[in-house]
């Protein structure tokens, strides 16, 4: 009986040990997996992040409006109403696209729209079929610190105006720095001055009307914006077209965000764009935002003229005086009948009136000195009518009288002729 009594003793020790000891394990393995587990979320949840953000960036595309497109990515993305989106865009900021994004949206960079001073210019879709263009920046922003880069994108981005062009996202990574912006489907004012195929020749009106725009955004830019902002390269070429030839300034901000070094520039340490760069940025002189009053007076002379101001290479006029020292010279001579009668050649009574504003402003715009040049509010006032306009003064008198064969000897790539010591 004491045997079966130590036996029964051990048996219920063992059974009460392996008990205890298979909850241990039982707990233990519990903890192990539930570690376990969130350790793996933890890590799923940072991999995603990316493709988190790729996806917040299409809830924003996709409330993007516009018609859909033929793209056949995201089909089924919901569509907001256009209202909808500006509403929204214009409460964000730009949004960041990863560089596989751009690629999608571009189709892997197959329609180049053209190319300028910081990059190339590709034509996309978001998801949704909304047009944008994707600006490629070229390598020189590599050095640019990412916060400084982003700083500057999210001035440009939350500058508002319906005569500039909007910066909808920015992409930022080591291989790809880029800016997204609408897509202009009417191209760039140089399409409609110089050379103009049949359907892209507009009367006289509708060109003031483009410049008009134009004047209107520099105004915003000089005068309205909480932070002045200074184009440094107002061209035709930075004048995009929407539906029915509506105008809105492109690249503004650019200026600060890009280094210009290795650009099509051919003056060391210059700024903008030959023919269009005002006196003070080739020289060693401050520089104000006047230097965008005197570049948007060079778009003023081409409009007239509905030609460039200066041509270079193998098409320059040999035998023609830079066309703005010409119109000079005609209105000193109290005779623009010349200047007008090729600017309003189809328009009635109202173009020729305005030919003759636009000519006294684009003289004014150009003055040597930055403060004899008016301001941009100045400029529209003049333009619609609601300001007198003082006859101009001679702006070419720093420069070397007028010979054809100095502009072309001399390969200035300045302003046209040469440029006597003052
Ligand atoms: N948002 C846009 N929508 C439609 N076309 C555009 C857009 N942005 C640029 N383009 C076109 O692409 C061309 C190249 O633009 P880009 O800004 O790179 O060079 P640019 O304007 O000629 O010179 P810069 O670099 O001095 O501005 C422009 O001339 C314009 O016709
Ligand atoms: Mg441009």
Same mark, same amino acid.
């Given at each position: 009986?004491?045997?079966?009594?130590?036996?029964?003793?051990?048996?219920?020790?063992?059974?009460?040990?392996?008990?205890?000891?298979?909850?241990?394990?039982?707990?233990?393995?519990?903890?192990?997996?539930?570690?376990?587990?969130?350790?793996?979320?933890?890590?799923?949840?940072?991999?995603?992040?990316?493709?988190?953000?790729?996806?917040?960036?299409?809830?924003?595309?996709?409330?993007?409006?516009?018609?859909?497109?033929?793209?056949?990515?995201?089909?089924?993305?919901?569509?907001?109403?256009?209202?909808?989106?500006?509403?929204?865009?214009?409460?964000?900021?730009?949004?960041?696209?990863?560089?596989?994004?751009?690629?999608?949206?571009?189709?892997?960079?197959?329609?180049?729209?053209?190319?300028?001073?910081?990059?190339?210019?590709?034509?996309?879709?978001?998801?949704?079929?909304?047009?944008? $263009?994707?600006?490629?920046?070229?390598?020189?922003?590599?050095?640019?610190?990412?916060?400084?880069?982003?700083?500057?994108?999210?001035?440009?981005?939350?500058?508002?105006?319906?005569?500039?062009?909007?910066?909808?996202?920015?992409?930022?990574?080591?291989?790809?720095?880029?800016?997204?912006?609408?897509?202009?489907?009417?191209?760039?004012?140089?399409?409609?001055?110089?050379?103009?195929?049949?359907?892209?020749?507009?009367?006289?009106?509708?060109?003031?009307?483009?410049?008009?725009?134009?004047?209107? $955004?520099?105004?915003?830019?000089?005068?309205?914006?909480?932070?002045?902002?200074?184009?440094?390269?107002?061209?035709?070429?930075?004048?995009?077209?929407?539906?029915?030839?509506?105008?809105?300034?492109?690249?503004?901000?650019?200026?600060?965000?890009?280094?210009?070094?290795?650009?099509?520039?051919?003056?060391?340490?210059?700024?903008?764009?030959?023919?269009?760069?005002?006196?003070?940025?080739?020289?060693?002189?401050?520089?104000?935002?006047?230097?965008?009053?005197?570049?948007?007076?060079?778009?003023?002379?081409?409009?007239?003229?509905?030609?460039?101001?200066?041509?270079?290479?193998?098409?320059?006029?040999?035998?023609?005086?830079?066309?703005?020292?010409?119109?000079?010279?005609?209105?000193?001579?109290?005779?623009?009948?010349?200047?007008?009668?090729?600017?309003?050649?189809?328009?009635?009574?109202?173009?020729?009136?305005?030919?003759?504003?636009?000519?006294?402003?684009?003289?004014?715009?150009?003055?040597?000195?930055?403060?004899?040049?008016?301001?941009?509010?100045?400029?529209?006032?003049?333009?619609?009518?609601?300001?007198?306009?003082?006859?101009?003064?001679?702006?070419?008198?720093?420069?070397?009288?007028?010979?054809?064969?100095?502009?072309?000897?001399?390969?200035?790539?300045?302003?046209?002729?040469?440029?006597?010591?003052?």
């Amino acid at each position: 009986m004491a045997l079966d009594g130590g036996i029964l003793a051990i048996v219920i020790v063992a059974t009460i040990t392996t008990g205890i000891v298979s909850v241990v394990i039982v707990v233990g393995m519990y903890k192990c997996a539930k570690f376990g587990v969130e350790t793996y979320l933890q890590q799923r949840g940072g991999g995603d992040r990316d493709r988190d953000r790729d996806r917040e960036a299409e809830a924003s595309i996709t409330r993007a409006g516009g018609e859909r497109g033929s793209t056949d990515d995201d089909d089924d993305v919901e569509m907001g109403s256009m209202s909808y989106f500006f509403e929204d865009i214009q409460n964000e900021r730009p949004v960041r696209f990863s560089s596989r994004q751009l690629r999608a949206f571009t189709r892997n960079y197959a329609h180049k729209v053209g190319s300028g001073g910081f990059g190339v210019v590709y034509k996309g879709r978001f998801p949704n079929g909304a047009a944008v $263009a994707v600006k490629v920046l070229n390598s020189t922003l590599g050095k640019r610190a990412e916060e400084q880069f982003m700083a500057e994108v999210g001035t440009i981005g939350r500058t508002y105006h319906i005569n500039l062009v909007r910066l909808y996202g920015f992409c930022f990574d080591a291989t790809v720095k880029a800016l997204v912006y609408e897509h202009m489907e009417n191209g760039s004012l140089d399409g409609y001055l110089f050379d103009p195929t049949p359907e892209r020749t507009v009367g006289f009106g509708k060109l003031c009307e483009i410049a008009v725009g134009t004047a209107k $955004a520099l105004r915003y830019l000089h005068e309205e914006c909480a932070q002045r902002i200074i184009h440094y390269d107002i061209k035709p070429e930075n004048v995009l077209l929407g539906a029915g030839l509506a105008p809105k300034v492109s690249d503004f901000g650019l200026a600060r965000l890009c280094d210009r070094e290795d650009t099509h520039l051919t003056i060391t340490g210059a700024r903008g764009t030959p023919g269009y760069a005002a006196p003070e940025l080739w020289m060693p002189l401050p520089v104000t935002h006047k230097c965008d009053v005197y570049s948007y007076g060079m778009l003023l002379f081409e409009t007239l003229g509905r030609r460039r101001n200066l041509e270079l290479g193998p098409h320059a006029r040999e035998s023609q005086e830079w066309y703005p020292r010409w119109v000079w010279h005609q209105s000193e001579a109290g005779d623009t009948d010349a200047v007008v009668a090729r600017a309003a050649a189809t328009g009635g009574k109202r173009d020729r009136e305005m030919a003759e504003r636009v000519c006294k402003v684009a003289l004014w715009c150009v003055q040597y000195r930055p403060e004899d040049r008016p301001s941009m509010g100045s400029v529209v006032r003049m333009l619609e009518g609601e300001e007198q306009i003082a006859a101009p003064r001679n702006p070419f008198a720093h420069l070397a009288p007028y010979t054809s064969s100095a502009i072309q000897s001399s390969g200035d790539t300045t302003v046209g002729p040469v440029v006597s010591a003052r």
